[in-house]
């Protein structure tokens, strides 16, 4: 059974810092894409970042780039999301997720078959 537990959200003012941690159970982790997803109130979901866990490829957003950082430990079968400068357009729920390898291409998130339950990160102006 595949379970992926994030941690780390919370409450910042705009320009400060928080780092989210997504432990992952229950697959083989170094042939995956875990990636990170947010969805405000009534918008849709979207894609934030995505690692493949066996190359360590990034990706990200054009609206978190430069501020935003994806990284794991892979011994520990977990991925962090470094969050620098936020700003209150940032204020969402996230997710982790995990796919394929090769839906880190991509990174639809359709092509996310696992998700973890979510974790708020409300930024204040």
């Known amino acids: 059974q595949v379970q992926l537990v994030e941690s780390g959200g919370g409450s910042v003012q705009a320009g400060g810092s928080l780092r989210l941690s997504c432990a992952a159970s229950?697959?083989?982790?170094?042939?995956?894409?875990m990636g990170w997803f947010r969805q405000a109130p009534g918008k849709e979901r979207e894609g934030v970042a995505r690692?493949?866990?066996?190359?360590?490829?990034?990706y990200y957003a054009d609206s978190v780039k430069g501020r935003f950082t994806i990284s794991q430990a892979y011994a520990k079968n977990t991925v962090f999301l470094q969050m620098n400068s936020l700003k209150p357009e940032d204020t969402a729920m996230y997710y982790c997720a995990a796919s394929r390898w090769y839906d880190c291409y991509s990174g639809s998130v359709d092509r996310f078959n696992y998700w973890g339950q979510g974790t708020q990160v409300t930024v204040s102006s």
């Open positions: 229950g697959l083989t982790y170094s042939d995956n894409c």
């Open positions: 690692i493949t866990t066996g190359g360590g490829t990034t």
